[in-house]
């Protein structure tokens, strides 16, 4: 944890994991960098103990978050894994147009 806070204790950890899960998935519209930045945040970790729990190059995370790259399926898949996530394809609903059902 991000030596900038207090210690806290497992059930405290626990609750801002699913915080942090629970603010991504209710925001689809947010980019994989601006999802990545908010787990961090959220979660009170720095970029090196991202990187060091999910597995990728510190390097990449720090290119995700800031943005330089976009990462592939399988970095950002580790990244959300750490966390039970994994990327997804879903359909798009579109609103239907009420001039035309009328």
């Not at 990462?71 to 009420?98: A, E, H, P, W, Y």
Request: cysteine-free; aromatic content about 4%; charged content about 25%.
């Amino acid at each position: 944890m991000d030596k900038r806070f207090n210690t806290l204790g497992l059930a405290e950890q626990l609750a801002l994991r699913k915080q942090a899960v629970e603010d991504v998935l209710a925001h689809p519209e947010w980019s994989l960098a601006q999802a990545t930045r908010h787990l961090k945040k959220t979660m009170r970790l720095t970029t090196a103990e991202m990187a060091k729990l999910s597995g990728v190059a510190y390097r990449t995370m720090q290119d995700i978050e800031n943005e330089r790259s976009e990462g592939n399926v399988q970095t950002m898949n580790r990244i959300f894994g750490m966390l039970g996530l994994k990327l997804g394809v879903v359909r798009v609903s579109v609103g239907v147009d009420s001039a035309a059902t009328e």
